[in-house]
């Protein structure tokens, strides 16, 4: 899990509620990126950044929001939108090189988040 | 559209046998791949990748994949299984085609068991 910290381990959110995981590296990487983890459908990307101030949507942003305010924090909000949120959340980051793809993304322990 | 498809949801071996994990991916171009671990309730732990070179490609814990581009594979491999490399692994694919640190697109898993 190196560098990158993600908090809290367990999260409950109640009906109506925003909630927000937090995403933290030292490793001085640009890129940072959300997954969601659900039994058997692998890794879905939420919202990715390549640098401060900026992010893009991934495959499933509905429900989710996130901001990039320092190069070192990549915080997630889960809104009341997202319908079903219970998952296993993975945060990850990489550095931006001339190799021009062939960059490894390095992955937080994740958050668990439950609906009560 | 990149993609990455593992065939196989759970793969059994006995200890000491040699293993394969399936892996066949879809992109324009020449792929950037990668292969993670993953143990109950934490991140993902990168393996081993293939950027460009040699087909067969050596990684942590005693794993080896081999790139075949006629195939569309990249199959992990490991001569001898122990007990402990019973997890849940990931097969990665990045198109080289897309600028910049785009995130990687990862197949829904496929689940070791090593048994005794």
């Known amino acids: 899990d190196g560098g990158i910290t993600q908090s809290p381990k367990y999260l409950f959110r109640k009906e109506g509620q925003n909630v927000t995981l937090s995403c933290e590296q030292n490793l001085n990487h640009d890129a940072m990126y959300w997954y969601r983890q659900d039994p058997g459908q692998g890794l879905r990307l939420i919202y990715y950044s390549q640098i401060v101030n900026d992010f893009q949507k991934g495959d499933i942003a509905e429900g989710y929001s996130v901001s990039r305010e320092k190069k070192e924090s990549f915080p997630l909000t889960v809104t009341s939108a997202q319908k079903n949120p219970t998952a296993f959340y993975l945060c990850?980051?990489?550095?931006?090189?001339?190799?021009?793809?062939?960059?490894?993304?390095?992955f937080g322990p994740g958050t668990r988040l439950l609906v009560l | 559209a990149q993609s990455v498809a593992q065939p196989e949801d759970q793969v059994n071996v006995a200890e000491g046998n040699p293993l394969t994990v399936k892996c066949t991916y879809s992109?324009?171009?020449?792929?950037?791949l990668f292969w993670y671990v993953q143990y109950p309730n934490r991140g993902l732990q990168f393996l081993l990748k293939?950027?460009?070179?040699?087909?067969l490609v050596k990684g942590s814990y005693g794993f080896e994949a081999e790139f075949n581009k006629s195939q569309t594979s990249f199959h992990l491999k490991k001569p001898s299984a122990l007990v402990s490399d019973s997890a849940l692994y990931f097969c990665a694919v990045r198109d080289p085609w897309n600028s910049g640190n785009t995130p990687l697109v990862f197949g829904k898993g496929t689940r070791l068991s090593v048994i005794a």
């Open positions: 293939y950027i460009t070179g040699d087909n």
């Open positions: 990850a980051s990489s550095i931006v090189s001339g190799l021009a793809g062939g960059e490894t993304q390095y």
């Open positions: 992109v324009s171009g020449n792929p950037y």
